[in-house]
Structure formats: C-alpha cells, structure tokens
C-alpha cells in the first residue's frame, strides 16, 4: 500500500503534546492536518444538518445516532429525537469523513478514529504522559494558572473520556483500539513522531 | 542516562507475537531475556519461599499480598493465609525483582511491569494485534488446531487479563499504563522490535 495514502487519526490526553506531534506528522508527511477549531468551524458553516447520513447506514457505529435521525427525519409531528449536542456531533462527522475522503491527512480527536473506523487506510494512535509532563505544557504553551494546572489537566481529560465513551461504542484509551500508543513524556515530541512516521512507513 | 541500563517488560495479547519480539530486542540490546518458563522455573527452584518481602514493604503495590504474608508469619497457630497461587505469584515476584536487580534484560509477562513499577529504568510495551493475526500465529507457531483457533486465543487472553487484574491493583492493556503499546499485526514483527529500540534510544 502506498504509505502516503493514510489517514491518521491522533487521541490524546490534554498536555501530552498529541497537537504539536499530529502537526509535525503533517508536516513531515506533507498531508493536511485537521485539528478540533477547523473541525468545529467546518461543521458550524456547514449549518449543523447531517445529510451525510443518507448513505452511512451501513456505518453500524452510529446506528443508533442514525435510527435517530432518521426518526425524527420521518417524525410527522415536526419535534426531534436529537438534541443540539447530537446534531453538533453529527455534524461534525460530517466534516471528519468529507476531509478523509478527499485523501491523506492527520486528524486529531473528536472520536475520529471511531468515525472512520470502517477506512482500511486508517492508523490509528493515542498518545498520553505523566501528569508532570503535563502540567508542565499546559501552563508553558496554553498559559494556565500553575496553581489550577493539576485540576484544569485532570477535568479536560474527563471530558474527553466522557465525550468518546458517550458517542463511541468502545473506551477512550484501552491499548487494542488503536495501533499505537506512545508515552510522550517518556521519549519527547519529536521522538513520538519519530515513532509514528516509522511505524507507517516501516510496515511489512 | 545510558540507554544500555533498561530493564524492559513486555504484555502481550497471546498470539501477537510478544514473545518473539522481546527475544529478538534482547538480542539486539544484547541483554538476557526471561520469559515465562524461565521465571516458573527459577521459582520453582527457589522454594517457593518469598523471603524477599522481608524489605519490600515500601512496594505499596504488594501491601495487601505482603500484609498476609507477614499474618502468616506470625500466626500461632501454624496455619497460612496464603494459598498455594499466591506464594507462586511471591516466588516469582522474587524472580522477577532478582534478574532486574541484576542488570538490564527483557522479561515477558507475570505482571512484571506493575512488580518492577518503582524502577525508575524501567520501559513497559503492550503489543497486541488483531485476531487473524493472532490465530495465524497460534496455528503456525503452537500448533494450535485451526478449528479451536479462535477459541484458544480469546481464552488464553482472558486468563492473562485475569492473571494481572487479580494481582495488580490496575487493568491490563489500559494504554496509560505503558510507556509504549504496539498492533503488531498492523506493521510486523521486526517493526515491532525496530519501534521499540528506536523509542528507548532516541530518548530525548
């Protein structure tokens, strides 16, 4: 298979470098790079209707998302089943297989391993550290308070667990989900894409 | 620090390949390997006698295993609180924390990532894979019967998620919990090993 025609998909605890590393990976692989702001505005212009769905039934994922929408598509009273979090979601999933299908890329986040998991081009990686590696990043690069690093680190990745557990049928973070998970703040940021630029390229 | 000083473990799906992929990284380290047989073994021959836990009391890991070692110890009566697993578990325990006192080496499995958790040398690696992958393996390599391939790798999995969640006070295969996870079956054996020497060595 042509290396260059993958899609990359990166998770990532907060503070773990997982924006920097899928940047770097872009650029070192001369693809495009899609993290959550693009994603999000894409979805927002889009005018949040997933009509996407028409040809994704077979995406058994998100079936029961789809039962949903399709019901309140079919719904004769006019009232939907799918509340605006939903239809954000769907939304922008939307965006997520557009961008995948016009070719090679690294996306970060948003469930998109989920979302593209039935893409045979698909690598799949989640990358995580120690709480120090973390804090540290958080307060160096997104400016947070040092007194509030340790609560700010361990919230966000709450949230993150909790928004892939709820749209995903499996766990942010168990090993067999993805093809490669890497401890950055064992072997730094450009190890890590060191590492993953070498595992795609590498394979047998 | 110098990256000939590692003590490396590696967990593994059965199947994956982790075995192999820990002889030849050893090979290539130049360091000894330990697998399971060899552990059961030196354990065997030790006694069964986890005189070890005399100063491990620090290793809060063991706390509750170490707790009823030392109430056997003392009880009057003579009789233990230990059943014949647990002073295996102690007695390769020992092993394990024996060969890594030693000097750097690869050990497979028997917890011996959560055992040597306070090595500050230590890297631990997950590899898994998916099920053809494994089956494939298990027919090829072991013998196994095609026809109860599938079967023979989901329950030999189980046992060793169970081994390690009885054990250990955290869940087997959960990405945080290792420096370093790999899908063998995506990018091969000797990738797998190549990944594995690139991450310890290129350490920032």
Redesign the interface.
Known sequence: MDNNRKIITISR?YGSGGREIGQKLADRLGIPFYDNALIEKAAQESGLIPEFFEDTERHAGNSLLYALYRGAQADRFGTSLLSMEDNIYLAQSNVIRKVASEGPCVIIGRCSDYILSDMVNL?TV?I?ADLEFRKERAVRIDGVDPAKAESVVLTKDKRRQNYYNFHADRKW????N??????SG???I??AV??IY??IT???
């Open positions: 605890q690598v989640f995580h973070g168990i090993a067999k993805y093809n490669l998970c890497i401890d064992y072997c730094g450009d190890c060191d590492i070498d595992y590498k394979r047998r």
